[in-house]
């Protein structure tokens, strides 16, 4: 299997997509998942539920408690509309929340930047040595910690 390539979608085309597929798992699309998913796609580097809680709180002009997106956070991981860097204890936007693989994250030790690729013979492979091992994996989470190009300049 090869690295896995498809059409990303940006802003409103993108918030369409995340709406369709959490209509399609059964969830709603109500303003205020609307307004955390716009926001956690605004991000150049991932987010903890803090940054979002702080950012739609300014926006909406009054107080957004942290808990309360990391319910909706959850929400989004399961949906697959958002991905959440373990390692960071934050969040990025499913670029693709209609496809349904394993990301490999390449989190940059210098800026934060973080980085996902898709390579689904990589993910496969950890997914068939834990079958291999008597485990059941339900999704692989692997992270590279190190420099990205422009910190590495």
Not at 53 to 73: D, H, M, P, T, W
Request: net charge negative; charged share 25%.
């Amino acid at each position: 299997m090869h690295p896995h390539h498809h059409h990303e979608p940006q802003g409103d085309d993108l918030t369409t997509a995340a709406r369709k597929t959490l209509e399609a798992a059964g969830e709603q699309w109500t303003a205020m998942r609307e307004r955390i998913f716009q926001t956690l796609a605004e991000f150049e580097k991932p987010a903890s539920a803090y940054d979002i809680a702080e950012a739609v709180s300014k926006r909406e002009g009054r107080r957004v408690a942290a808990n309360s997106i990391y319910r909706i956070l959850d929400l989004f991981v399961q949906a697959n509309l958002a991905r959440r860097v373990e390692s960071a204890n934050a969040y990025v936007a499913n670029s693709h929340p209609g496809c349904l693989h394993d990301c490999i994250f390449l989190v940059c030790d210098n800026c934060g930047q973080t980085t996902h690729i898709d390579d689904d013979s990589i993910t496969g492979s950890v997914r068939t040595a834990a079958t291999e091992s008597g485990f059941s994996p339900t999704r692989p989470v692997i992270e590279v910690r190190g420099t990205c190009a422009d910190c590495a300049e």
